[in-house]
């Protein structure tokens, strides 16, 4: 069906906008108007069906021109009939990539509903609204791209600030090119231009074209419609941003079980850096409880973790600290009645038990713990 060539597309019909009573509408379709585009996107509105379905089954591109037959007949069309079909300029720029920055950098500004410029990944919805219609108009006319209309693309957006900076553009090189990537094989490029590739077979004499067909109002930019999407947009905006704070305000409310369930259980750890005394002496506030300590002197092969050997820092650290606050308690002669370990006082216990395992010093590094020697962990 040749309507699937212009199920997405859009057309203008500039006698009839340019009687608008929007300002801002009017000034857009003129700096159209401007920039030559008139001929293409305001051509008399008539599809052949027929030859167009022709046209696409049979079309390819050879040596830059696009060639096909329609109704047996070979038709070629050539980038200069193109131009001049539809008064076309053919100086400029021919290759978006090749837009200046700072044009699109004063678009972004120009175009934006808001004092901030746009977001070139966002919607059209950040726009005033003659430049969302003329989104729409580049979208569907000019570059004949399917998908999201609402997104902004960079290709659209650099049709846009031609338009607006009025950057010059060869726009039948442009435009022609799009016609090609239409007909090439294995090209992405939407099929489009059913009422320019019409006019265009028109001009073949010998060629048989069939019945005609009006292409279809709602497709038309006049005030009606022009006046309709105003609405829409006007409609879509409004539910987006009511949605939007709907869902912002139900994501405020959790219930207490998953704030629970989001809080982590506390790990004991070692990180690599240093640290003062005084905060090893509060994280000894943590340490293994002094009876576990004992205990594990009765085990016949004791084995040192990196949290023995943490805690073992810790308690040579809080040995330090009372010999310098309390030096006339480290003077205090020493035990020579053998006693089981349960009777000795703490600071013996310790000495006893730093005698018989090797110390490691607040110095050592993670890697140091990790391979302490005492233990095969």
Request: glycine fraction near 6%; charged fraction near 25%; proline fraction near 4%.
């Amino acid at each position: 069906m040749a309507s699937s060539f212009y199920s997405n597309a859009q057309h203008v019909d500039f006698e009839s906008v340019l009687g608008m009573d929007d300002h801002g509408m009017v000034s857009m379709f003129e700096a159209l108007m401007a920039f030559g585009l008139r001929g293409f996107l305001g051509c008399p509105a008539v599809v052949y069906e027929d030859a167009l379905v022709d046209f696409f089954e049979n079309a390819s591109v050879r040596s830059g021109v696009v060639i096909s037959t329609v109704g047996g007949q070979l038709v070629e069309i050539s980038e200069e009939l193109f131009a001049e079909s539809f008064e076309l300029p053919v100086d400029g720029l021919g290759d978006l990539s090749e837009m200046p920055k700072e044009a699109i950098f004063d678009a972004r500004s120009i175009v934006s509903l808001s004092s901030e410029p746009i977001n070139l990944s966002g919607r059209k919805n950040q726009m005033k609204m003659p430049f969302r219609l003329l989104c729409d108009i580049m979208a569907k006319a000019i570059s004949v791209k399917a998908g999201s209309f609402n997104a902004i693309t960079v290709e659209k957006f650099s049709l846009i600030t031609a338009v607006i900076c009025k950057i010059k553009m060869n726009w039948a090189k442009f435009l022609f090119g799009v016609l090609k990537k239409m007909v090439s094989a294995g090209s992405k490029q939407a099929k489009g231009f059913a009422i320019q590739i019409s006019l265009l077979l028109a001009t073949f004499p010998s060629l048989e074209l069939g019945e005609s067909s009006e292409f279809p109002e709602s497709k038309v930019l006049t005030k009606k419609t022009v006046l309709r999407f105003v609405s829409i947009n006007d409609r879509d905006g409004a539910e987006e941003v009511t949605g939007g704070a709907k869902k912002k305000a139900i994501s405020k409310k959790r219930p207490a079980a998953d704030v629970g369930a989001a809080v982590p259980k506390k790990k004991r750890s070692f990180k690599k850096k240093f640290v003062s005394s005084m905060e090893l002496v509060e994280v000894a506030e943590e340490a293994i409880p002094i009876q576990q300590v004992a205990e594990s002197l009765d085990v016949e092969e004791p084995r040192c973790s990196s949290a023995d050997a943490v805690d073992l820092i810790i308690q040579q650290v809080l040995d330090e600290t009372r010999a310098a606050d309390a030096p006339a308690d480290i003077a205090q002669p020493a035990v020579t009645e053998e006693k089981n370990w349960f009777d000795l006082p703490y600071d013996d216990l310790v000495k006893r038990w730093e005698a018989e395992r090797p110390v490691v010093t607040a110095s050592d590094t993670d890697e140091d713990l990790a391979n302490c020697g005492c233990c095969s962990c």
